[in-house]
C-alpha cells in the first residue's frame, strides 16, 4: 500500500506525529521532496526529536527510509542529523537508509548564495524570508543542469564527471564573483569536498526507484513523505512565498521514485489551529489580537523546528484548509494540536474572508491575499485537559463540537485527533488507515 502524507496549509501542521504513528505499521518510508529548510518534530519515549532530512520512520528500527530523487541534500547537514540521533542510541546505517542517486547535492556554495540575496533583499524591505539553507539555489542549479547528483560521487575519477565539476565551478565563481563580490573557490578544494562525501555516503547511494518497485510489487507498506503544506507549493502555492519543489501528494510517487505508480491513499494534516513560518500574505493573524496570538504561541510551543524562529500564528482557517484539501486531495485528515486550545473559553474559527467589504468567494492564491480581512466565529471552549482521553466519546462534547464544526466547513469527516505531542496520545473517529 502506498500512502501520502501531506500538509494541508503553510507547513508545521505535525506531519512527523501522524508519520511516525504510520510507521509503526510500514515497512518504508520515504522522503519524496524539499531538502533541510524544515523540520519533523517526534516526541518518543526518548525524547524529542527534531528531523530535517531523515524520514520520521528512521526512529523505527525494522523500517527502511528513503530521500527519493525529487529532494535536495545538504550532506554534511545529513552527516550531523546521522550523529545526533545516532548519539541517543537510534540506528542509522546503509541497511535503513537509502539515498537516491537521482537525488540532486546541496552544494557548499547554494547556502552562502541563499545568504547573501537574502541579505541583499533585505536592504530592500523585499526578503522572502528564506531559512538560508540554500535549497531555492540547489533546485534552481538543478534545472540548470549545473550541480551534482548523489549517484556522480560514486564516479569522481572519471573524466565526464570531472568535467561536469570544473564547467559548474567557473560558472559559479562568475555568478558569486560578479554579483556578490566573492573570492573564487578553487577546484581541488571542491574535489575534495566530494571525495569526502563519496567516502561517508557511498554505501548509502543506490537506486531507490528499483528498490522502492520491488517492494510495492510484493505488497510492503510504503508512506511518502512530505515537507511543508500546499501553501508552500512551487506551483499552487503564495508565489512567491513558497518552497522551490512540488509539496503536493500528486507529486509524491514521482519524487520518491516510483512515478508509475499510484496513491492507494492520502492522508492530510491539518493544525488545531493556524500557523506559518516565514513570509507571505497570512490572513489569520490578523484575525485575533496580539496578545490573544501571543498566547496561542506560548501554549502551543510555536517555533519552527528547523529554524526556531517564532511562528506565525491565528485561529483555524477554514477558507486557506478548503483550499490546501483540494490541492492535496486527501481522503483521510488528521487534526493535530488540539490540546493546546483546551485552555480557551472561546475558540475563534475563520469561516470567510471580505474584501472592501465584499465577500470573497474562496481563496485563490493569485488574489490580493494581504488585504483579505477574515471573518471570525466563536465556537465554545471545554477549559479541561484533554490529554488523557482514550477515545472519541471521552472528549468532552466542546471539543467533539468543535471538531465536527470543522468537518462541515471542510466538507470532509476527521478521522483521526490528536490529544498530545506524545505517541500514543490521539483518539480515532472514523476508519484509520
Request: net charge negative; proline share 4%.
Amino acid at each position: 500500500m502506498l500512502t501520502a502524507v501531506t500538509g494541508i496549509n503553510w507547513g508545521d501542521e505535525g506531519k512527523g506525529r501522524v508519520i511516525d504513528l504510520l510507521a509503526e505499521h510500514a515497512d518504508v518510508v520515504a522522503r519524496y521532496q524539499g531538502g533541510n529548510n524544515a523540520g519533523h518534530t517526534v516526541v518518543t519515549e526518548q525524547g524529542k526529536f527534531i528531523l530535517n532530512l531523515l524520514p520520521s520512520g528512521i526512529l523505527h528500527p525494522d523500517v527502511v527510509c528513503v530521500l527519493g530523487a525529487g529532494m535536495v541534500i545538504d550532506l554534511d547537514h545529513l552527516a550531523g542529523e546521522m550523529d545526533a540521533i545516532e548519539e541517543r542510541g537510534v540506528k542509522v546505517g546503509s541497511e535503513n537508509l537509502k539515498l537516491s542517486d537521482k537525488a540532486t547535492i546541496s552544494m557548499p556554495w547554494h547556502k552562502v548564495q541563499d545568504g547573501l540575496e537574502e541579505d541583499r533583499l533585505a536592504q530592500k524591505g523585499a526578503a522572502f524570508g528564506s531559512t538560508r539553507r540554500g535549497i531555492a539555489y540547489a533546485y534552481s542549479d538543478k534545472y540548470r543542469k549545473k550541480t551534482l547528483r548523489l549517484g556522480d560521487l560514486l564516479h569522481l575519477d572519471e573524466k565526464r564527471v570531472q568535467d561536469r565539476l570544473h564547467m559548474i565551478l567557473e560558472s559559479k565563481n562568475l555568478e558569486l564573483g560578479g554579483c556578490y563580490h566573492q573570492e573564487p573557490m578553487s577546484y581541488d578544494a571542491l574535489l575534495e569536498w566530494c571525495r569526502m562525501q563519496a567516502g561517508q555516503f557511498a554505501p548509502y547511494i543506490c537506486d531507490v526507484g528499483a528498490f522502492l518497485q520491488q517492494a510495492h510489487d510484493s505488497g510492503k507498506r510504503i508512506v511518502l513523505e512530505a515537507q511543508l503544506g500546499a501553501m508552500r507549493d512551487i506551483d499552487y502555492g503564495i508565489f512567491p512565498f513558497t518552497s522551490s519543489s512540488n509539496t503536493l501528494a500528486a507529486y509524491a510517487p514521482l519524487g520518491a521514485g516510483i512515478p508509475n505508480c499510484r496513491l492507494d491513499h492520502v492522508v492530510g494534516v491539518l493544525k488545531a489551529y493556524s500557523t506559518c513560518v516565514g513570509a507571505g500574505p497570512f490572513a489569520a493573524e490578523n484575525a485575533m489580537s496580539e496578545d490573544w496570538n501571543e498566547q496561542l504561541r506560548k501554549a502551543g510551543g510555536e517555533y519552527g523546528a528547523a529554524t526556531g524562529r517564532p511562528r506565525r500564528v491565528g485561529p483555524f482557517d477554514c477558507v486557506a484548509s478548503r483550499y490546501g484539501l483540494t490541492c492535496q486531495g486527501a481522503d483521510k485528515i488528521a487534526l493535530t494540536k488540539l490540546d493546546v486550545l483546551s485552555s480557551m473559553k472561546e475558540i475563534p474559527v475563520i469561516t470567510g474572508y471580505t474584501l472592501d467589504g465584499v465577500q470573497v468567494p474562496s481563496f485563490d492564491p493569485l488574489s490580493d491575499l494581504d488585504r483579505v480581512e477574515p471573518v471570525v466565529t466563536m465556537l465554545p471552549g471545554w477549559n479541561k485537559d484533554i490529554s488523557g482521553c482514550k477515545s472519541w466519546d471521552e472528549l468532552p462534547k466542546e471539543a467533539k463540537a468543535y471538531v465536527e464544526f470543522l468537518e462541515k466547513q471542510l466538507g470532509h469527516e476527521i478521522q483521526f485527533v490528536s490529544t498530545g505531542a506524545e505517541r500514543e496520545k490521539f483518539v480515532l473517529k472514523g476508519e484509520w488507515l
